[in-house]
């Protein structure tokens, strides 16, 4: 049975799926109102002890697929205007570089001045965590606040703290672009 999150609550994978190996992590929104013109990009930034990523390689995105260490694969599927859209991360837990301390999920609506976009127009976002040798749905959580003026959330994070990896979902919104988070977490 799968946990439901809100805004700021912590999860244990250890505790609730003792010998996780692999999870998969999935970033979903439905658009409204805007057609073809809102492309929505979901990122993972892998971080150090510093909360900066420690090469650009650990940026996982659009241009860059999978992690220097092979832990984080991202599948990127069609944009569906009129049905869920979905984006996937694969994670290997214990193929994650021992110097990543936790791994950021953000989305960004690509040209959102250019359109006059916010997440105003994104409904049922949420993120779900789920263990990929089995499917099944540790935790979920759905995004409620109306963000009338972001254009970038941070869904949630998976972090380590004494040697096992827990998810917190996250839920915060930004003013900024897909560059704000690579500015912030030292990508180029």
Not at 4 to 30: E, M
Request: one cysteine or more; charged letters at 25%; glycine letters at 8%.
């Amino acid at each position: 049975m799968s946990v439901q999150l809100t805004k700021g609550d912590r999860f244990n994978l250890a505790q609730t799926a003792p010998g996780l190996k692999k999870v998969a992590i999935a970033l979903g929104w439905q658009v409204r109102d805007a057609g073809e013109n809102c492309e929505i990009d979901a990122s993972a930034f892998m971080l150090g002890a510093d909360g900066k990523i420690p090469k650009n390689e650990y940026f996982i995105f659009y241009n860059n697929l999978q992690s220097p260490d092979g832990a984080v694969l991202q599948s990127v599927p069609q944009a569906r205007p009129d049905r869920e859209n979905k984006s996937l991360f694969g994670v290997i837990l214990e193929k994650i570089s021992p110097q990543i301390q936790e791994v950021v999920f953000v989305v960004t609506i690509h040209e959102a001045e250019k359109f006059n976009l916010n997440f105003s127009k994104v409904d049922n976002a949420f993120i779900k965590i789920s263990d990929l040798d089995t499917f099944t749905e540790l935790a979920r959580y759905e995004l409620t606040d109306n963000f009338s003026q972001e254009t970038a959330l941070e869904f949630g994070r998976l972090y380590r703290k004494n040697e096992e990896w827990r998810f917190q979902a996250v839920g915060q919104g930004y003013q900024a672009g897909l560059k704000s988070f690579v500015d912030k977490y030292g990508g180029s």
